[in-house]
């Protein structure tokens, strides 16, 4: 059934006049009287009946108007949240990310953005590790990944976009004779133990830390393992050794830890965005876009 044989007939049972139906709809007289002669066609029955000066519902046209403007009004929704959900206004956004990366500033203010702008998509956020965040996005289980690099091999499924860069600062126990120095250099803490993110091999931070010590001519003697980088801080701030963690932290930092900045030049945290490569969902879509937009000053 046409769908403009109820809009033609809805405003012509509120005009009970075939002419000004016409004008309304900005279409000739008899279009308007072809259109319901269709319509009651279709429908078995007549919905008005001719009086003097024009038009009168039947008793089942009466009936049927209220039906037919609740259709009318339900195809509008349907068509309006159609066009919403194209444009990426509607639906469920899931998303994952490394714990430590909703410490970065840059990731709660993309999320408010996003909100901001796209209020009608429930956001859905978990906090898990860089290999379940890869498998999630392979099986279709969540729609985006913030992963600290290395990300280790990935597959031409997982497409890879930058997002923000932070400093990786040395953290000490505060009576660790190092503290007085303005910089350091990692050498310093070659007989350390090494505090790290048990990340797997290749992976994360946790990669990245070992990396850099290798990098600075060692190899660490001693490594305590830690779920994640704010673990890693309060297990520097009891006395267990040196960690190497996000600049960022030293917001959340616990009563003991002390950050220093390394003198060197490449001591840097990625954190990129990984998405499936051929998702053209509107929602994914405009996170991209919108993490692609130069950030204002305000990020709270």
Known sequence: MDFRHFRTFVIAAEELHLGRTAERLDIAQPAVTQQIKALEA???????????????LTEAGAVFLEHAKIALDNASTAVLAGRRASRGELGKLCIAYAHSAMLEPELPALLKRFSAARPDVELELSGIGVQEQLAALTEERIDVAFLRTPAGVLPPSIAITPFSRTPLDVVLPRDHPACAAPRLSLRELAYDRLVVVDDPPGIGIGHRALALCLEAGFEPR????????????????????????????????????????????NCFTEIVIATRAFDRAAATRELLRIASEP?????G
């Open 42 to 56: 279709s429908l078995g029955f007549k919905v008005f009946h001719r009086v003097r000066r024009g038009i009168e």
């Open 222 to 265: 001693h490594v305590l393992r830690a779920a994640d980088s704010v673990s890693v801080v309060a297990l520097v701030a009891a006395g267990f050794g040196f960690g190497l963690v996000p600049r960022s932290l030293a917001r959340y930092a616990a009563d003991g830890a002390v950050f220093k900045p390394l003198a060197i030049a």
């Open 295 to 299: 950030m204002t000053g305000d990020s």
